[in-house]
């Protein structure tokens, strides 16, 4: 079993930037494919990025250039740098491990809120 914990998320205005960070229970990374969805209201949970133990990723195309994620194996973490926020990235995040880099596994986090707006 692993436990995911998200943290970092707040309201920003547009064009400004937050950092998530995804806290793992145990060491996972070597394992483990780490991943971000969101999913806005009265939408689907969709793919934002994902990494796997090479530094292999995978990024949707409406994040492509604004949002990088990386992972910090000694600490168990995984995080999602979004540059360049614009409203339509006002979601809830979620952290999941444990699928592919362009599937969802069945780890997930709680979900952090992020509200892009002026």
């Known amino acids: 079993q692993v436990q995911l914990v998200e943290s970092g998320g707040g309201l920003v205005q547009p064009g400004g930037s937050l950092r998530l960070s995804c806290a793992a229970s145990?060491?996972?990374?070597?394992?483990?494919?780490m991943g971000w969805y969101r999913q806005a209201p009265g939408k689907q949970r969709e793919l934002v990025a994902a990494i796997d133990s090479a530094g292999s990723t995978n990024y949707a195309d409406s994040v492509k250039g604004r949002f990088t994620i990386s992972g910090d194996n000694a600490k168990n973490t995984v995080y999602l740098q979004m540059n360049s926020l614009k409203p339509e990235d006002t979601a809830v995040y979620y952290c999941n491990a444990g699928g592919l880099l362009v599937v969802a596994g069945r780890y997930w986090g709680q979900g952090t809120q992020v509200t892009v707006s002026s």
């Open positions: 145990r060491s996972i990374f070597s394992i483990y494919v």
